[in-house]
């Protein structure tokens, strides 16, 4: 019987190679289809649902005990020096600035208005500098106002509203920052594309609140569907883009470089199918502030740190109590030996990018709600992301869960000695001293080789 004749090693090497463009086609096909899906999505038409901007506010101070409204203050809006309008406040104190559109003002109250016996109880906040107005909202500021001067209880006052705020941003940066420590933790990928989870989630929420096929539907609402579709998106990212390029052995410098080429391709897909510029959640436009305990506080940052800090508090029992958090952390410290023990790495790798995008979403959520909805909000927080991570420790959830606190406080803390322009500065500080003098971050454990 005459030898079956062998193929050409050039023939077997291309069928080889056809093969695997073949096994290709359908993952980039499915990734393809979920960022088609998503800009469909975000390209609901959003402009029928903006309203006329105007910045407004209560002028009141409390004489024995009592609220009392101030009649007859003069308030003048400027913009780049020109002035926009200016208001009287009425018999109940209230005013209101209409503008001409969405920017950054400047507002400012004319001392000699005020009425015999009331003055500003810090005199530095006669002009306000820098207030954002985003498109269609009616911003609130506020004078703080009293008799005589009390210099040291409005210092007091700041202080405390900055902490309150400090704590606000602490527990966003935690939230999103846990993702990416646990995403580094099992995969040792240092994913620069997961502050793009962090705007989706902001704008999937908004999207979903202000589409015309859901025009009542509040914030804690739309935010459901807004992270079942980031979490979904972070799964597919995980199957159809990170595993066959892990499978390839790919080097983890060539992963981060994929990462950061994601990154921009995101951020621009969001920016073609959202816009440029900044919005707000309807739900809580120009919310006001609330004395307590002699600071001011609006409630929307309490609830919002609450929530955060429920939602990392059952992410950390999660962690420590249940079979697959015991999994995750058994892969994040020994991968051969949980492979040997029988644990599916690959599905725990896939369960770790859903859950890091969830939280990624719900962070963006909390941070839109905080500050504005804008195509680039994950991009101008990623290096406090990465200072969080820093300083808890590469790969530990807890250490992030603190680290993320810090850097918040440490952030909103500082604008008592730098202007609020460079307070992220801060947080680059302890980002650079870490990596001097710790690299392992505070809860951050010496690895054994060999």
Known sequence: MAARPRKPADARLRRGTGGAVRGLIRPVRLLFGAVTILLVILSFPLAAFAQDESIAGTLVYRAEGERTPVEGVTITVFQDGAEIGSAVSDAEGRWQVPLPGPG??????????LPEGVTLTDPTQVELSNVVVLGGQRKAVLFPLGEGSAIGIAFYGRIGALFVAGLKLGATIALAAVGLSLIYGVTRLVNFAHAELVTLGAVAAFVFQASGSLPSWP???????????VAAFGGLQGRYLWQPLRRRGTSVVSLMVVSIGLSFA???????????????????????????????????????????????????????????????????????????????????????????????????????????VTYDMGFKILLLLFAAVVLGGLGTAYGVMAGGFVVGVVVEMSTLWLPSELKVTSGLVILIVMLLFRPLGIFGARERIG
């Open 104 to 113: 950054t003002y400047q507002v400012s109250l004319d001392v000699a208005t």
């Open 219 to 229: 914030l804690v609402l739309a935010a459901v569907p807004a992270v079942i579709l």
């Open 266 to 372: 995101l951020r621009s897909l969001i920016q073609l199918g959202f816009g440029g510029l900044p919005v707000a959640y309807r739900d809580f436009a120009g919310q006001p502030a609330v004395q307590f305990v002699g600071i001011a506080v609006v409630p929307k940052h309490l609830v919002t740190t609450a929530a955060a800090i429920l939602t990392l508090f059952l992410v950390a029992q999660f962690l420590q109590r249940s079979r697959v958090g015991t999994a995750m952390r058994a892969v994040a410290d020994n991968r051969d030996l949980a492979e040997s023990s029988g644990i599916d790495v690959d599905r725990v790798i896939q369960f770790t990018w859903v859950l890091a995008a969830f939280l990624a979403g719900l962070g963006g959520i909390f941070f839109g709600l905080n500050e504005s």
